[in-house]
């Protein structure tokens, strides 16, 4: 499975997740997880958009989204996705607790 993720400006973050939610035909069939940067324990006012899929997928949806992009440093971008898989984890953990 691929994986993408990046940086969006507040005001870019809508606009970004808007653009991927109307793709039905290929974005829609992505794994896609918008978090907000202080959500995530971060001093940023911003977003990350975490996307997972196929090669072609992800391809399509930074094509859709490219234009909101900001350059983020790689460690804050590794940061998100840590804090972001761990959530999942914790997530599917509590869900395997309740139909374990």
């Not at 490219?66 to 953990?93: M, N, P, Q, S, T």
């Amino acid at each position: 499975m691929a994986e993408y993720i990046c940086y969006l400006k507040k005001e870019n973050a809508m606009k970004a997740e808007d653009a991927l939610r109307k793709d039905f035909d290929t974005a829609a069939k992505q794994s896609i997880t918008v978090k907000a940067a202080a959500a995530l324990g971060m001093k940023l006012d911003g977003s990350f958009i975490f996307i997972r899929g196929d090669d072609r997928g992800i391809a399509h949806c930074k094509e859709l989204i490219k234009g909101f992009v900001e350059k983020a440093v790689e460690k804050d971008l590794a940061h998100a996705k840590r804090e972001i898989e761990k959530e999942e984890d914790a997530a599917a953990a509590g869900m395997g607790g309740i139909f374990g």
